[in-house]
């Protein structure tokens, strides 16, 4: 896989400097490359993605409750409930 | 088309004056944080409230939370007597708010907002910053966690002088 390019500007968010709100974030436990690789899209683009993410979150969580209802998981081992 | 997207069309259909707020906000700001709801602080002109009753009933709109059998009637009078509510509806979860913690109305949020083309709807989507103060004024665990990286993203606008694409 190609090692991602930086600008910049996106380094501020890659390598903060202490003391900034970008170092307070990643010691926080934020993923900045997430937040730079929103920061590359349209703000139309961002919440598309959102929106796709979260239907799938549903159908993951329609997928899971469907194999509790049949009392196994797909690996065929009883589902815990 | 997904929730999101059905929430906002729905709004725009409907002709509702409102901004987004919260985590589609979040997101269009370039959050990462994952939401399930639209959230959007509504105007409380009377002619509003009118479409916007009319916008959640033709989604089935009931209190998220409350029990079935709870009686209550969403007409545009609902709105007038309380300020916020959250909804289950055929489309998913929307919260409506008369206010915004920290923030203000309807008009204090239009204030510090911008329009951006969601799924090729009109929506205006509150300022970062507003979106912060409103955080910040909750107080709630799910608006702190989401703050430090809010803070990141403006912090590097304000220092690379990068505005929204």
Redesign the interface.
């Known amino acids: 896989m190609d090692k991602l390019e930086y600008t910049e500007a996106e380094r501020w968010l890659i390598e903060p400097k202490p003391g900034t709100a970008a170092a307070r974030a990643r010691d926080f436990g934020v993923d900045l490359s997430l937040t730079v690789s929103n920061l590359r899209m349209t703000p139309a683009e961002r919440v598309k993605r959102l929106d796709d993410f979260q239907h799938e979150m549903r159908r993951l969580r329609q997928a899971v409750l469907l194999a509790k209802q049949n009392g196994r998981t797909r690996s065929g081992t009883k589902a815990v409930r | 088309m997904?929730?999101?997207?059905q929430g906002l069309k729905l709004f725009a259909d409907f002709k509702v004056d409102c901004v987004v707020i919260c985590?589609?906000a979040g997101?269009?700001?370039?959050?990462?944080q994952?939401?399930?709801d639209v959230d959007v602080c509504y105007s409380r002109d009377s002619d509003n409230l009118v479409r916007l009753a009319d916008a959640l009933r033709s989604v089935n709109a009931t209190l998220r939370g409350a029990p079935k059998d709870l009686p209550f009637l969403l007409d545009e009078e609902t709105p007038r007597h309380e300020l916020n509510f959250t909804f289950d509806t055929d489309i998913g979860s929307i919260d409506i708010l008369g206010e915004v913690q920290g923030v203000g109305n309807y008009e204090e949020c239009l204030k510090d907002s911008n329009e951006?083309?969601?799924?090729d709807i009109p929506c205006r989507?509150i300022s970062l910053e507003k979106l912060i103060t409103a955080k910040r004024s909750a107080g709630r665990p799910r608006d702190l966690l989401a703050l430090?990286?809010l803070?990141?993203?403006?912090?590097?606008q304000r220092?690379?002088g990068?505005e929204?694409?």
């Open positions: 997904a929730e999101l997207a985590g589609v997101g269009a700001r370039g959050s990462s994952v939401t399930y951006f083309e969601l799924f989507v430090p990286e803070e990141a993203i403006l912090e590097h220092k690379t990068i929204e694409p």
